[in-house]
């Protein structure tokens, strides 16, 4: 356990709303990650970091922005809401210094864009 | 074409029994390592057990055990004495390029266990 924490775990929104969700932790781990889940999908990458202010886009990167500006908080920032983009949204993190080789995940947050 | 394929969307198992849930992929990195994560019904990610694409052995992790065919490019999750509490989501993921560390999933299966 990695200590990540994701706020807020559940939110209802609005087409066209801007919406920030953040992923904290607390292990000091240098690369974060945020992940859309989606029946029939799998889980599948939006963004990722290797570090503050480094950040790079993952598979599914539009309509979709990131920030980071401490080690231990990834923000990622719906522009404008769409109802494509209601989904459970994973932050993990990786210690790449470590020896470990699996990434660990937050608990996710439910995101209803209506 | 996928990188990750699980072919067995849903999966019932008699309780105590064995159960190998399908796993092949997909890449032509020779350098990848392969993940298998549980997500019970609460919805929590769990990471099980890893593969290193260079590792002589298959991985064990107590009760499961990972079934590393390299040149079939299958990674099989085998799940001995199956138990109530294994009844979840399981998914299998793939890293390619290390130093990356950008995980592909695939769209996993739902197992159910029978009492």
């Known amino acids: 356990d990695a200590g990540i924490t994701q706020s807020p775990r559940h939110k209802v929104t609005e087409t066209g709303t801007p919406v920030t969700l953040r992923c904290h932790q607390t292990?000091?781990?240098?690369?974060m990650y945020w992940y859309r889940q989606d029946p029939g999908h799998g889980l599948r990458l939006i963004h990722y970091s290797y570090g503050v202010k480094d950040t790079d886009k993952g598979e599914v990167s539009d309509g979709y922005s990131v920030s980071r500006s401490k080690t231990e908080d990834f923000l990622l920032t719906l522009e404008s809401a769409t109802s494509s983009q209601t989904s459970v949204y994973f932050c993990a993190t990786l210690d790449p210094l470590a020896g470990l080789e699996t990434q660990y995940f937050g608990p996710g947050t439910r995101l209803l864009v209506l | 074409a996928q990188k990750i394929t699980q072919t067995q969307p849903g999966m019932f198992v008699q309780e105590k029994e064995a159960v190998t849930l399908d796993c092949t992929y997909d890449t032509s990195d020779p350098s990848y390592g392969l993940f298998w994560y549980k997500q019970p019904s609460s919805g929590e990610m769990i990471f099980l057990i890893y593969?290193?694409?260079?590792?002589?052995q298959n991985a064990t992790e107590g009760r499961y055990s990972l079934n590393f065919q390299k040149a079939r490019k299958s990674a099989n999750l085998v799940i001995s004495a199956s138990q109530l509490g294994d009844s979840a989501m399981y998914f299998c993921a793939m890293r390619e390029r290390f130093g990356n560390e950008k995980l592909t999933f695939g769209t996993g299966t739902r197992l159910t266990i029978i009492p």
């Open positions: 593969q290193g694409s260079y590792d002589q």
């Open positions: 292990e000091n781990h240098r690369y």
